[in-house]
T-cell receptor, first 115, second 116 residues
Framework: DAGVTQSPTHLIKTRGQQVTLRCSPK?????VSWYQQALGQGPQFIFQ???????QRGNFPDRFSGHQFPNYSSELNVNALLLGDSALYLC??????????????FGEGSRLTVL | AQSVAQPEDQVKVAEGNPLTVKCTYSVSGNPYLFWYVQYPNRGLQFLLK??????LVKGSYGFEAEFNKSQTSFHLKKPSALVSDSALYFC??????????????FGTGTRLLVSP
């Protein structure tokens, strides 16, 4: 049973560029969340997608956007990259109907470096 | 707003000794609490959760956690540490009022070092 898979694992961008990160959820999961983990910090919630709609959003600017596809996979897009966007981006999947009592399953992350 | 605090950046124990990683929380109402572990260059792995019921929760790899409402704490414990337990541990809380929303609020993490 494949877990949560993310791509790419590492990437380097320059300030002002745009980046797209991809995530395939664990088999059977229908909900995807994205987190940003800066070096030495805990993960911070970016947003959550279910049924191709953004359901909940954290305190991130509009430069951060996402998408969920009919097969439940998801993309995270970041525009106009800043140095402070350098971080490990984690995707997590879950069952929507487990609500807020179910655990999240995380991928291994995409490490973004902005120069 | 909900939050968690992990007061120790690092915990060191010798293999075979008991370990405790501390977590305190702040949330309106009854909290939903989680522990995750992160190994180097890896994502987070779920260890255990407290939703309701017994204050002592058992999880993966021999870990357990004790929920204490009066002290607003959810400390992670293991009776006998292994060198392979060395990793970064995160406590997290979820708002119990929003049943459809799965946002987790994480602490800053505690690095556990188990010496042979």
């Amino acid at each position: 049973d494949a877990g949560v898979t993310q791509s790419p694992t590492h990437l380097i961008k320059t300030r002002g560029q745009q980046v797209t990160l991809r995530c395939s959820p664990k088999s059977g999961h229908d909900t995807v969340s994205w987190y940003q983990q800066a070096l030495g910090q805990g993960p911070q919630f970016i947003f959550q997608y279910y049924e191709e709609e953004e359901r909940q959003r954290g305190n991130f600017p509009d430069r951060f956007s996402g998408h969920q596809f009919p097969n439940y996979s998801s993309e995270l897009n970041v525009n106009a990259l800043l140095l402070g966007d350098s971080a490990l981006y984690l995707c997590a999947s879950s069952f929507w109907d487990r609500g807020n009592t179910g655990e999240l399953f995380f991928g291994e992350g995409s490490r973004l470096t902005v120069l | 707003a909900q939050s968690v605090a992990q007061p120790e950046d690092q915990v060191k124990v010798a293999e075979g000794n008991p370990l405790t990683v501390k977590c305190t929380y702040s949330v309106s109402g009854n909290p939903y609490l989680f522990w995750y572990v992160q190994y180097p260059n890896r994502g987070l792995q779920f260890l255990l959760k407290y939703i309701t019921g017994d204050n002592l929760v058992k999880g993966s790899y021999g870990f357990e956690a004790e929920f204490n409402k009066s002290q607003t704490s959810f400390h992670l414990k293991k009776p006998s540490a292994l060198v392979s337990d060395s990793a970064l541990y995160f406590c997290a809380v979820r708002d119990p009022r929003n049943t459809g929303f799965q946002k987790l609020v994480f602490g800053t993490g505690t690095r556990l070092l188990v010496s042979p």
